[in-house]
T-cell receptor, first 111, second 112 residues
Framework: GESVGLHLPTLSVQEGDNSIINCAYS??????FIWYKQESGKGPQFIID?????DKRQGQRVTVLLNKTVKHLSLQIAATQPGDSAVYFC??????????FGSGTRLLVRP | DAGVIQSPRHEVTEMGQEVTLRCKPI?????LFWYRQTMMRGLELLIY????????DSGMPEDRFSAKMPNASFSTLKIQPSEPRDSAVYFC??????????FGPGTRLTVT
């Protein structure tokens, strides 16, 4: 599938290293945040979510950190693997149903 | 669970033709979303259904676009007449309530 933007920021990491993907969100009233992974030719895939009453949430090899003071969200991937290569989107949601997606970051994993 | 199912996966049509995209949401989900993704504009929400009822269609670009959800397991997005600028990947997503949305594999539409 197509990724977004002609000028996607790109993060290049060595296989086995940890990756940190950052996202600045816009609405201080947003109370729910999601990270999605989109591989070429596929739809966005849910990775992990976090609510605004939490600062940190861990999944399998992934950790999401939320800093509400500066409206910043990050996704940490431990021991990055070639299969992690994709475009990663953060999304925020307030009281309504609408998810507001960021523009995405392309992660490239070097063998 | 099969996830969200979309068909066709690829559609190539000529300008002026009618295009119908189909979506089967995850069983038990009560919210359905249609998105369009392009290089220039990213992911755009076109329309949102809750319990089969269209709640917000403000993202539908023009009257040429219409969407229906006749029952909880099926939705269509129709473009008539299609134009080259409609070329994009169209995603359907479903959720239960307002939490995480699960996306289908998308339909890549090319209008020549």
């Amino acid at each position: 599938g197509e990724s977004v933007g002609l000028h996607l920021p790109t993060l290049s990491v060595q296989e086995g290293d940890n990756s940190i993907i950052n996202c600045a969100y816009s609405n201080s009233a947003s109370d729910y945040f999601i990270w999605y992974k989109q591989e070429s030719g596929k739809g966005p895939q849910f990775i992990i979510d976090i609510r605004s009453n939490m600062d940190k949430r861990q999944g399998q090899r992934v950790t999401v950190l939320l800093n509400k003071t500066v409206k910043h969200l990050s996704l940490q991937i431990a021991a990055t693997q070639p299969g992690d290569s994709a475009v990663y989107f953060c999304a925020e949601k307030g009281s309504s149903y609408k998810l507001i997606f960021g523009s995405g970051t392309r992660l490239l994993v070097r063998p | 669970d099969a996830g969200v199912i979309q068909s066709p996966r690829h559609e190539v049509t000529e300008m002026g033709q009618e295009v119908t995209l189909r979506c089967k949401p995850i069983s038990g989900h009560n919210s359905l979303f249609w998105y369009r993704q392009t290089m220039m504009r990213g992911l755009e929400l076109l329309i949102y259904f809750n319990n089969n009822v269209p709640i917000d269609d403000s993202g539908m670009p023009e009257d040429r676009f219409s969407a229906k959800m006749p029952n909880a397991s099926f939705s269509t997005l129709k473009i008539q007449p299609s134009e080259p600028r409609d070329s994009a990947v169209y995603f359907c997503a479903s959720s239960f309530g307002f939490d995480e949305q699960y996306f289908g594999p998308g339909t890549r539409l090319t209008v020549t």
